[in-house]
């Protein structure tokens, strides 16, 4: 999962049609992911969450690390700066 808190209430159309059409789907081909979904908080309008899931706990911890998940961080650095703040969690469904 991962958890983005923009700074700035004006970015949030261009930032969600941005992670809609381009992020989303390169982190999904990049990730292997089974499936991704997104949603913004109705506590707090300024945060979205992204989640992905994957068929094993392994998979998704194996990308902790990986050039993949890399490659999009850079990017994702390279068009929101520090606009948008981010932290990462790989969540286990419970039983």
Not at 6 to 15: H, I, K, S, V, Y
Not at 27 to 39: K, L, P, S
Not at 67 to 88: C, K, M, N, Y
């Amino acid at each position: 999962m991962v958890r983005a808190v923009l700074a700035e209430a004006e970015d949030r159309p261009r930032f969600d049609r941005w992670y809609e059409t381009e992020h989303l789907p390169q982190a999904m081909a990049a990730f292997g992911a089974a499936r991704a979904w997104r949603a913004w908080s109705r506590t707090a309008p300024g945060v979205h969450y992204a989640f992905y899931e994957f068929p094993t706990l392994a998979a998704a911890e194996a990308l902790a690390d990986s050039p993949g998940l890399r490659a999009l961080i850079a990017e994702f650095d390279q068009v929101w700066g520090d606009r948008v703040t981010r932290s990462r969690e790989i969540l286990e469904v419970a039983p």
